[in-house]
């Protein structure tokens, strides 16, 4: 089956999910190619400056989750930056976005965690990347 097609059947399987995980995942799919294109002009603190001023759909953490599993399915690929500034708006309080590089230092990625628990990665995501503490960003660096 093309990508086309398998991703407009995943996104159709949407009309079951619930109200706010469909509230989530059509919010995050509708700002992230501005996202994507602030990130590349502006840059990362610019973007979550912008994001922050926004007014986010009050959503679960559990429908952000979903909205980054559907970003992960659109054709133009967000990057992880991406897809982990769009989870963080979405949950607004208590969530935080991680930025991480890899011990040999050529690779950046980024995840959001809420209370302790890594929302859109993997749960050991913290003991592959050491912390990188900058605002000042080479988005391109940042992985799939």
Known sequence: MDPMRRWARRILSLA???ADERKAVWAAVALSPRVGRRLRRRGYAATRDWLAARPAPAVSAEAAVRADRALRLLPWQPRC???SLLVWWLVGDG???HLGVSPEGRR???WVERDGT???DHPDVATR???FRGT???TDRFDQ
Do not use: G
């Open 81 to 83: 930056l991406e897809r």
């Open 129 to 131: 990347y050491l912390p």
């Open 95 to 97: 969530a935080e976005i």
């Open 118 to 120: 890594v929302l859109n």
């Open 108 to 110: 950046f990625h980024a």
């Open 16 to 18: 079951a999910a619930p």
């Open 136 to 138: 000042d960003v080479d």
